[in-house]
């Protein structure tokens, strides 16, 4: 009985919710936008200590005031010794809540990531590694928009992504542990909200 009174419930709920808050309709009414943005710029793995290219591109949504915004992100950076992809969800949130033609936001959010680890410089070795590795992992960062005009604004944003993956390496020798270390980006980005 208990588990039928929850479930009529929870359908209940869910059909008020569905009719006094579905964003479809919010977004139908102008209450939310869609918002596409590319990022361009450099990053940096903390193994290495080589910076390179690091580029981003993302879907989100955010209200029409613009004071937080829901993301799907895609980041990718290779700087000729490993290669990373990275998917993500995260949230940028306005410091003051108030954000009008320019805020400063703070981020953070959680990311898979695919490492392909080609060589990797260590005291003056070389270890040839050709391997792929994975892994989740939270990342956090600030960054300061500037909008031109409604629907347009470019962006600074730093990241740090704490990147975890560790693993070893038989040398022919003994077996090597490494650390790949945290992954760090700065881009300049151009979001338009549709």
Not at 14 to 32: K, R
Not at 80 to 89: C, E, L, M, P
Request: aromatic share 20%; glycine share 10%; charged share 20%.
């Amino acid at each position: 009985m208990k588990t039928l009174v929850f479930l009529l419930a929870l359908f209940a709920s869910s059909t008020a919710l569905a009719q006094w808050n579905n964003p479809i309709d919010g977004y139908c009414n102008g209450e939310y936008f869609i918002v596409g943005s590319v990022g361009l710029g450099g990053g940096e793995l903390q193994i290495n200590d080589e910076q390179d290219f690091a580029g981003y591109a993302s879907i989100g949504v955010t209200p029409a005031a613009g004071i937080w915004q829901v993301e799907l992100r895609y980041t990718g950076f290779d700087d000729g010794s490993v290669n990373i992809d990275q998917w993500g969800i995260g949230a940028k949130v306005d410091f003051t809540v108030t954000c009008d033609i320019q805020c400063l936001y703070w981020m953070i959010g959680w990311n898979y990531g695919e490492f392909d680890v080609d060589n990797i410089q260590r005291d003056g070795f070389i270890y040839e590694i050709n391997n792929d590795y994975d892994d989740d992992y939270w990342n956090a960062g600030v960054g300061y928009r500037y909008k031109w005009t409604q629907d347009f604004d470019t962006s600074i944003e730093y990241m740090y992504n704490d990147v975890d993956t560790r693993f070893y390496f038989f040398d022919g020798v003994e077996d090597v542990r490494f650390d790949l270390g945290h992954l760090r980006t700065l881009t300049v980005n151009f979001s338009y909200r549709f």
